[in-house]
């Protein structure tokens, strides 16, 4: 297994073997990585910076769910580390072609693309890509390498370097509709002058595992557990939509700028009304945006004309854009949905970010025209867009607003802090920011003890997962995934040593964090939701500091 | 003596007694009030932030050039405490009223003005006043409460919470033209709805002193000692222009965004040049910004038709708006000076934040009336200037700029921190963010050695210093400083009980930060400033990690 080096200011690319004495991939690469070579003290998008891709330790191999990908550096909105993961095509097709970890380095003056192959690696102008949105840019890109290939890829908001940028990976489709998007990471890839990186698996294959039947029976029973979990078949059929009856009946679905946690429009953007519109127009649920995915849990979403519009149209994009702007209109969601997708744009960041406006009289709930066209000014590239393309923090700063939902300068994702309050604790704690994925806690929401202590395991498993390459949806126990690990590499895992990894890695993300100047005392709420009530549970959020801080005593 | 409490809120307006226990004023008051009261978690521009004016130690006595005001609270830009003080005649007029702070809390939802005189204090309708610049806001407020009040005033620029906005303070002549620059003031101000305050001290008295032939001996010496420091007679016949010859010099004159420290047109913006203007046109040098100044070294600026256009150039401004930009014409920097001092902006920020945007392409070097016209957007309010009037830090994010002048958020001052290596600590670890008040360190320039202990014993005098409301520029020792204080309060106090009240303020500025969220580990220069030398010397900031970790030692 080897890492790619890709020095952009000197054009210069080479193979070193990948890490022979520790099992890593994923979130883990990228932390192990940032810790041996990174530079936390410099700018996010200086020179030195470095981006980091990885996909997950089962990546190119038969283990189901399992091809995520992660990347990563030093995060444009919280300035300290990031991994964000995604879906799609290309971390398994790097598993493949045996490419554990990409480190991009240095600055190109011009567009490139990194074309990588069963033959080399090579960069190649991006003759044509720049400034092209997504879904342009991988048309062209297919037609110049082949329909077959991955693609990594950034629009105009990461070539903009906005602090609010994602990666795009494409799906099974070639669509660039999944997206590593928190934390800006198309901005750390649009520093180094890099448009979009090709994989082409042809001639790879699949990872022989070291032990293949036990890997092989391992991976089986994993899947088993998948295909019977009890929220497979409501993944698979409502999508993750199904989270917007779940969060309203809650009461933690940010609605009207994190004002209330239910919408009383929730019907209309829930996942009766997605199938609904699905079923009469055409595309699907329950399509894959992973090679050998069990669950899956993506609508294709076309528009009232039947014509293909969006793919994944998520929960938090559905709450972000929805709700959290009282917008109760499921076409005008999928079209800033696929906006979002074509500029290269978080849609968590952005809902937050129009959110706001309200509060500085630019933006009235529900007025989803207004929405769309403040989207649009950031595909201009004007001052305005520069300022809602840089996410919550900035917007807010900029126009003087106080009650900003925010942690660590990134926006706060989809599920109400205040009526889950476990989850909340995630949120002000992970070195990550204010997450989704960083450690999911839905016991006793409302409960103001024991949070911390939930929070901690729930943050321990997810980073584990996230060095895998599994989906989170998979909801496999570390039980199901050790053994596959142990016949991957012929070793001898226990539940423990599988979940210190996890450890190991959050303790590198502190220690980076610390480096980058960020310290405990910004593992915070923001001080307004300490205070505020959250109808309808009318909650605060009232977790002990002493319990935030506790967090990290493992 | 009393400590004034405004509640915008209700508008409730109450006195209470002025600490009894300790001797405190200025920076020591608001450090003191932000510990006992502040909510250092809360947004600066909260509801519950606090703003907090506090005169001196020495405010309303016959101390020689002692009416500094100090006005402090959370810092928009840094997010950490903030003191700015600032000459003019409020200070003193607070202090012959018996007031020695005024803490300002709630907010008020139409913008209001506090009267403040022997007769009463009250909120009055700032009917008129908003969106109005600080000139002809001064110039009404005058009008309405005759010639001789002292007000305290924000522009434009804190009405619309921009980030970077002062709080004017009136010279004695009516003019707006002192400023507690840095750090947000303004935006504190404004977010309370709080337009101006009006001090007439018609009918109040010099305070008593307990020992009042002590006292008087003891402010005798110290204005010799003023009148004797040998560069009292450079400062007072050549304004603070005379830094522009010392720091060009040394290496040490911030130019075309920090990319050099010296300026082939220095003579252009220096002390000479600015004398001849004077003495053709009119103006003058050598005037007073505070009643019983000894210094005199501001200047009075006119255009070229002679008509009067600014008051005190001063070096900060004329380096970050003149040589920091590549502009050489000191009648542009003069007309940027007073639009700044108008619309309420922090000169230094806003010569940091255009310098940035030469990066960014928006800006050429040398080009005088572009970098007007960008000041001009704030003035209109447009996205842009809302990007450039939250400084330099949002100003770099917006447009994805990489190698930024700040510590803390806050705008780099006009000593260049690599070759005045003791003033870069004080930049660096400052509570206050990159202040050139915060301690400056002119000995041994280029050594990276003994920088942590001369940034530290700077800091404490400084800080102490900033208690008294004495003007840096009286370079009086605490030999001098502290029989004042005796006599004023009738104490023994050593020079070490004087020191120890500095070495109290900065741990209480820095426990409020950490519980801000900011911990040591933002105590760093830019990364980049270690790296890319400084012509003429070349030096880059090499003083090493440990030292700035140990000014906090004491």
């Given at each position: 297994m080897?890492?790619?080096?890709?020095?952009?200011?000197?054009?210069?690319?080479?193979?070193?073997p990948f890490?022979?004495?520790?099992?890593?991939?994923?979130?883990?690469?990228?932390d192990?990585?940032?810790?041996?070579q990174?530079?936390?003290?410099?700018?996010?998008?200086?020179?030195?910076?470095?981006?980091?891709?990885?996909?997950?330790?089962f990546?190119?191999?038969?283990?189901p769910?399992?091809g995520?990908?992660s990347i990563g550096g030093?995060?444009?909105?919280?300035g300290?580390?990031k991994?964000a993961?995604?879906?799609?095509?290309a971390?398994?097709k790097?598993?493949?072609?045996?490419?554990?970890?990409?480190?991009?380095?240095?600055?190109?003056?011009?567009?490139?693309v990194?074309?990588?192959?069963r033959?080399g690696v090579?960069?190649?102008?991006?003759?044509g890509?720049?400034?092209?949105?997504?879904?342009?840019?991988?048309?062209?890109?297919?037609?110049?390498?082949?329909?077959?290939?991955?693609?990594?890829?950034?629009g105009p908001?990461?070539?903009?370097?906005?602090a609010?940028?994602?990666?795009?990976?494409?799906?099974?489709?070639?669509r660039?509709s999944?997206?590593?998007?928190?934390?800006?990471?198309?901005?750390?890839?649009?520093?180094?002058?890099?448009?979009?990186m090709?994989?082409?698996?042809?001639?790879?294959?699949?990872?022989k595992?070291?032990?293949e039947?036990?890997?092989?029976e391992?991976a089986?029973?994993?899947?088993?557990?998948?295909?019977?979990?009890?929220?497979?078949?409501?993944?698979?059929?409502?999508g993750?939509?199904?989270?917007v009856?779940?969060?309203?009946g809650?009461?933690?679905?940010?609605?009207r700028?994190?004002?209330e946690?239910?919408?009383?429009?929730?019907a209309?953007?829930?996942?009766?009304?997605?199938?609904?519109l699905?079923?009469?127009?055409?595309?699907?649920?329950?399509?894959g945006?992973?090679p050998?995915?069990?669950?899956r849990c993506?609508p294709?979403f076309?528009?009232?004309?039947?014509?293909f519009?969006?793919?994944?149209?998520?929960?938090?994009?559905?709450?972000?854009?929805?709700?959290?702007?009282?917008?109760?209109?499921?076409?005008?969601?999928a079209?800033?949905?696929?906006?979002?997708?074509?500029l290269?744009?978080?849609?968590i960041e952005?809902?937050c970010t129009?959110?706001?406006?309200?509060?500085?009289?630019l933006f009235?709930?529900?007025?989803?025209?207004?929405?769309?066209e403040?989207?649009?000014?950031?595909?201009?590239g004007?001052?305005?867009g520069?300022?809602?393309?840089?996410?919550?923090?900035?917007?807010?700063?900029?126009?003087g607003?106080?009650?900003?939902?925010?942690?660590?300068?990134?926006?706060?994702?989809?599920?109400?802090?205040r009526s889950?309050?476990?989850?909340?604790?995630?949120?002000?704690?992970?070195?990550?920011?204010?997450?989704?994925?960083?450690?999911?806690?839905?016991?006793?929401?409302?409960?103001?003890?024991?949070?911390?202590?939930?929070?901690?395991?729930?943050?321990i498993?997810?980073?584990?997962?996230?060095?895998t390459?599994?989906?989170?949806?998979?909801?496999?126990?570390?039980?199901?995934?050790?053994?596959?690990?142990n016949?991957l590499?012929?070793?001898?895992?226990?539940?423990?040593?599988?979940?210190?990894?996890?450890?190991?890695?959050?303790?590198?993300?502190?220690?980076?964090?610390?480096?980058?100047?960020?310290?405990?005392?910004?593992?915070?709420?923001?001080?307004?939701?300490g205070?505020?009530?959250?109808?309808?549970?009318?909650?605060?959020?009232?977790v002990?500091l002493?319990?935030?801080?506790?967090?990290?005593?493992f």
């Open positions: 080897n890492l790619l080096r890709v020095n952009m200011t000197e054009g210069k690319i080479s193979f070193e890490s022979q004495t520790k099992i890593l991939g994923g979130r883990a690469t990228i192990s990585l940032l810790t041996q990174g530079f936390p003290a410099a700018h996010p998008l200086a020179e030195q910076s470095l981006l980091i891709v990885a996909p997950g330790i990546a190119g191999t038969s283990a769910q399992s995520r990908l030093k995060s444009p909105l919280t300290g580390i991994e993961n995604v879906g799609g095509t971390g398994h790097l598993g493949r072609l045996g490419i554990m970890g990409i480190v991009v380095e240095g600055r190109s003056k011009e567009w490139q990194l074309k990588i192959g033959q090579s960069l190649e102008k991006a003759d890509l720049a400034g092209m949105n997504n879904y342009s840019a991988c048309d062209l890109l297919r037609r110049k390498y082949g329909d077959r290939v991955g693609i990594i890829v950034i908001a990461g070539e903009m370097k906005l609010n940028s994602t990666v795009a990976v494409t799906d099974p489709e070639g660039p999944r997206h590593a998007a928190r934390g800006g990471v198309g901005a750390i890839m649009g520093a180094k002058g890099l448009k979009a090709v994989i082409d698996d042809e001639g790879g294959a699949l990872r595992a070291a032990d039947e036990a890997f092989r391992a089986k029973k994993a899947a088993e557990a998948i295909q019977n979990f009890p929220l497979t078949a409501g993944l698979h059929n409502m993750t939509a199904i989270f009856n779940m969060d309203n809650r009461g933690s679905l940010p609605t700028n994190h004002r946690g239910s919408f009383e429009k929730a209309d953007i829930g996942p009766a009304k997605l199938m609904e699905v079923k009469t127009r055409g595309g699907a649920m329950g399509h945006c992973l050998g995915c069990v669950v993506s294709i076309h528009d009232p004309s039947g014509k519009l969006t793919a994944a149209l998520e929960y938090e994009t559905i709450c972000m854009l929805g709700s959290n702007l009282g917008i109760d209109d499921l076409d005008a969601i079209r800033m949905d696929r906006r979002c997708d074509d290269g744009l978080d849609t952005m809902g129009i959110g706001v406006l309200n509060d500085a009289g009235r709930f529900g007025d989803a025209a207004r929405a769309e403040l989207i649009e000014e950031i595909a201009k004007t001052p305005m520069r300022i809602l393309g840089s996410g919550v923090a900035l917007t807010a700063r900029a126009f607003v106080a009650r900003v939902p925010e942690v660590k300068g990134q926006g706060i994702a989809a599920h109400a802090a889950s309050k476990g989850w909340g604790v995630t949120y002000a704690t992970s070195p990550q920011g204010a997450d989704h994925t960083a450690g999911a806690v839905l016991e006793e929401p409302l409960s103001k003890t024991g949070q911390g202590d939930r929070s901690r395991k729930a943050q498993m997810n980073a584990s997962l996230d060095a390459g599994l989906c989170q949806f998979t909801f496999l126990t570390p039980k199901l995934i050790v053994p596959m690990i016949g590499y012929g070793v001898n895992w226990t539940v423990e040593e599988y979940l210190e990894l996890g450890k190991e890695m959050l303790r590198q993300e502190r220690t980076f964090n610390l480096k980058a100047g960020i310290w405990p005392g910004a593992d915070r709420l923001p001080e307004w939701m205070r505020e009530p959250l109808p309808p549970t009318n909650a605060v959020f009232d002990p002493e319990d935030l801080d506790s967090v990290f005593n």
